[in-house]
């Protein structure tokens, strides 16, 4: 056991150390937390208002428990989600698990070290909803000391069931199936099934959004006790021995169910152990990376051409990060999220005709209005770019090659935001499509728009590359930590929307500024302006730092 | 020719290279020893402008890496310890990148490449990921991507190690003609059998300080009683 906690903590100490992190860093985690702070009291109030309401609502008819057993439903199923992408990347993505095969360990430890990082995942998100709900329901209740002695084993041991659910599913899957043959296919899947995941889960809610239908059935539903609980609990037998448990907590019953659920607990984590070790070293130390063809020397050839080197640091930018699964999800394929979200949206609610509406009510605004409108909507959506804020630190342990070889650094550095501009390009264009498609805009007003929006994604593709020159992530031996757990993407949102915030205003202001083309023309100034500002920045940062990142 | 002035680098309050004094001449092999951690890599590191240096200055050639870096970086090619380098890359790829960025014309590019894989045997791997090429491979690759543009200086950072007899030998006949034809060849290495068949000259450091300079001769007479290079060699990096 000893050893198994000393695993742990290893496995855990590798993900989430602080070391490596500078103080402003951590000064900047202190402040995200005092942040968060004023929000956690918004969130607990709100908690608390849905949780008095529905109480008085459901009580007078003795369904009370439904409120415990949606939670619970509902929490299982975010569980089952956190665990899929957890689990994922603890027990698939992250490269460690190889370096301590070779070390005595039984399987099961090596299963429990992995399994570390993805319970405190589960507790952090679970803790969330269950903490608050569970003891603003028992202060409304008046319920007993038991009740808060059960509700706390209970968020100890809720997870464990959803979790062995999707780790089983997860390593079956990983070990039988095709795909986890290619570890780079097999990541980029997950994140694409996760995508369409999130947009279909979208479709079905508004698909099923009648709300006259679902009130009528609650309300004959609510006529029998304990109604409401059957169905809401129906399928995830965890819940609704966890709410009987609970509902019944001063009764003997209540106990019984509580025992229950540590017996499903146990068995699970017996199940999950057991399954682990058949399954999941067979599955991980099978997957490999790249594939082998037969060789042909002519493709060889045709590859050696010359070109400048800028063309040719670009290319290799862009080969890496269309190649590096993490890379490719977290510069690419997130940042086509919001505009393939936006497309879906559009796509379902045209029918209702007010979007294709839109393009010529845009029209008939003031020309200064539609066009700051659009453009701080494009902002919104473009977001910061991820591709600009990991330029550097992308690189990782090839980050020396660009001082010995024989590059300007300034040409590296451009030739890296260059790369995060063009990846860009792809969302922009997906914006125009639906700008001249969905929306019908005027042609002028069309140009001017994506004009502008091209600046303004220059002035954040410097921002992020002068961000991570200032602060590079060089070290990381997993390309995750390039993004997780550094604040360098609040630095940029927050230098972004405060320069172009700033921008907007002061045109928004001007009354002298009238018309489409007089407002397009100062935003484009202002933004020139900007660009040229961090054009210096980034050649001071250049000079300061460019030698000095190791 | 490389030479390196009074030049000292600390980490962290650590000095990893301590006043260094040496000049690397053109047409030897120029042999760097010292036992783990005792700064050659740092010192390399310094030369090709990869650290900067703290104290001291460092010319290629006659051009001061960190005055005027460009030049001074045309000149010389470069072997890092590691060759994990753009594992993402295909090697064909790599090279031709590394083309592109020593400007060379697209017919010497293909003679280059076409001759050098071949002779290191990784031409039938250039069209895979570097991702799945041996510890040798990469190392052969990085090679074939230094020899590619032929630079006058060269600078290798245990070249040696991974690579199979043949390579080994191969590489080695590259580094002899290389200095006979009056230039710059400067490596480090742990293996003392090398030194003993390939150096012209050799420097020893031990913990960042210059223990000996000298050819293979002065390095034995120095140490009458020895005809063994180990022992040599065990004696001079003694810390007692
Ligand atoms: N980035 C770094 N940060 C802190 N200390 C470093 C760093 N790089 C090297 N050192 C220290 O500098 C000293 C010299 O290291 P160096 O890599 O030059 O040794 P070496 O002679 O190449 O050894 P080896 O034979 O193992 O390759 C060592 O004590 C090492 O710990
Ligand atoms: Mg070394």
Redesign the pocket.
């Known amino acids: 056991m000893n050893k198994t906690l000393r695993l742990i903590h290893t496995m855990l100490k590798m993900q989430y150390s602080m070391a490596g992190k500078s103080t402003g860093e951590k000064l900047g985690y202190l402040f995200l937390l005092l942040f968060l702070v004023p929000f956690a009291f918004i969130f607990i109030s709100l908690m608390n208002s849905i949780v008095a309401t529905l109480y008085q609502q459901l009580a007078p008819t003795g369904n009370e428990n439904a409120l415990l057993g949606l939670l619970f439903v509902g929490i299982t199923f975010i569980l089952f989600f956190v665990s899929l992408s957890s689990i994922l990347s603890s027990f698939y993505f992250a490269e460690d698990i190889e370096g301590f095969i070779p070390y005595p360990f039984h399987p099961y430890q090596l299963l429990a070290g992995k399994a570390a990082a993805p319970f405190i995942s589960l507790y952090l998100t679970s803790g969330v909803l269950m903490v608050p709900i569970l003891t603003l329901f028992g202060i409304h209740s008046g319920a007993s000391f038991i009740y808060y002695l059960y509700a706390f084993i209970l968020f100890i041991i809720f997870p464990v069931v959803p979790f062995t659910v999707v780790a089983i599913i997860l390593m079956f899957f990983m070990r039988y199936a095709n795909i986890a043959k290619n570890k780079d296919r097999t990541k980029v899947f997950a994140g694409l099934l996760s995508f369409v995941f999130i947009i279909g889960f979208n479709i079905i809610i508004r698909l099923n959004q009648d709300p006259g239908q679902t009130a009528e059935g609650a309300a004959a539903l609510i006529q029998e006790q304990n109604g409401l609980l059957d169905l809401i609990t129906g399928m995830v037998p965890t819940a609704y021995f966890s709410t009987m448990a609970l509902n019944y907590a001063r009764e003997l019953s209540g106990l019984l169910f509580l025992l229950l659920m540590l017996a499903i607990s146990t068995g699970a984590v017996l199940l999950f152990l057991l399954a682990g070790q058949k399954l999941y070293f067979k599955g991980i130390l099978g997957l490999t990376a790249g594939s082998r063809k037969t060789f042909d020397p002519h493709k060889v050839t045709r590859k050696i051409k010359h070109q400048p080197v800028v063309a040719a640091m670009i290319k290799k930018e862009l080969r890496i990060i269309f190649r590096t699964p993490t890379f490719f999800m977290q510069c690419v394929v997130q940042s086509l999220f919001a505009p393939v979200f936006l497309i879906v949206i559009l796509l379902f609610e045209s029918s209702s005709s007010s979007f294709s509406m839109l393009g010529t009510m845009l029209g008939q605004f003031q020309g200064k209005t539609s066009l700051l409108l659009l453009f701080v909507f494009s902002l919104f959506i473009l977001g910061v770019n991820p591709a600009s804020y990991s330029s550097i630190s992308r690189d990782g342990r090839n980050w020396p090659a660009n001082l010995y070889l024989p590059v300007h650094p300034e040409a590296v550095i451009f030739s890296k935001a260059a790369t995060a501009w063009l990846i860009n390009l792809l969302s922009i264009l997906l914006l125009a499509i639906i700008g001249i498609a969905v929306l019908n805009m005027p042609p002028g007003l069309f140009a001017l728009w994506v004009g502008l929006t091209l600046l303004a994604s220059w002035f954040t593709s410097l921002v992020g590359t002068a961000l991570d020159l200032n602060q590079p992530k060089l070290h990381w031996t997993d390309e995750q930590e390039v993004f997780k757990s550094r604040l360098i993407s609040l630095f940029a949102l927050l230098i972004e929307m405060g320069a172009f915030g700033f921008i907007v205003i002061i045109i928004w202001n001007i009354d002298a500024v009238e018309g489409l083309w007089m407002t397009a023309l100062l935003l484009a100034l202002l933004l020139a302006g900007a660009i040229a500002i961090s054009h210096v920045v980034l050649k001071r940062l250049i000079r300061t730092h460019y030698h000095n990142t190791? | 020719m490389i030479s390196i002035n009074h030049v000292t680098k600390e980490?962290?309050g650590?000095t990893?290279?301590k006043n260094l004094d040496l000049v690397i001449p053109d047409g030897k092999i120029f042999g760097f020893l010292?036992?783990?951690?005792?700064?050659?890599?740092?010192?390399i590191k310094m030369i090709t402008g990869i650290l900067p240096i703290d104290n001291g200055t460092i010319t290629v050639n006659g051009f001061d890496i960190t005055r005027e870096p460009m030049k001074a970086k045309k000149i010389f090619g470069y072997v890092p310890?590691s060759p994990d380098v753009f594992l993402r890359l295909k090697g064909i790829e790599y090279l031709n990148f590394i083309g592109d960025v020593y400007d060379l014309p697209r017919d010497i590019r293909e003679e280059k490449i076409d001759y050098l894989t071949k002779s290191f045997g990784i031409y039938e791997a250039l069209d895979d990921y570097i991702q799945t090429y041996s510890h040798g491979m990469r190392q052969k690759t990085v090679i074939s991507g230094v020899l590619l543009h032929d630079p006058d200086v060269w600078i290798l950072?245990?070249p040696l190690s991974g690579l199979d007899p043949k390579s080994s030998y191969t590489l080695k006949e590259m580094m002899r003609e290389h200095a006979a034809k009056g230039n710059t060849v400067f490596f480090?290495t742990?293996v003392l059998e090398v030194v003993e068949q390939l150096c012209d000259e050799v420097a020893i450091?031990n913990s960042?300080q210059l223990q000996f300079r000298g050819n293979m001769k002065e390095m034995k007479e120095q140490f009458e009683a020895d005809e063994n290079l180990e022992r040599v060699f065990l004696e001079l990096t003694n810390n007692e």
């Open positions: 190791i | 980490f962290a650590k990893a290279v010292g036992p783990n951690g005792a700064g050659k890599s740092t010192t310890d950072d245990e480090s742990h450091i960042g």
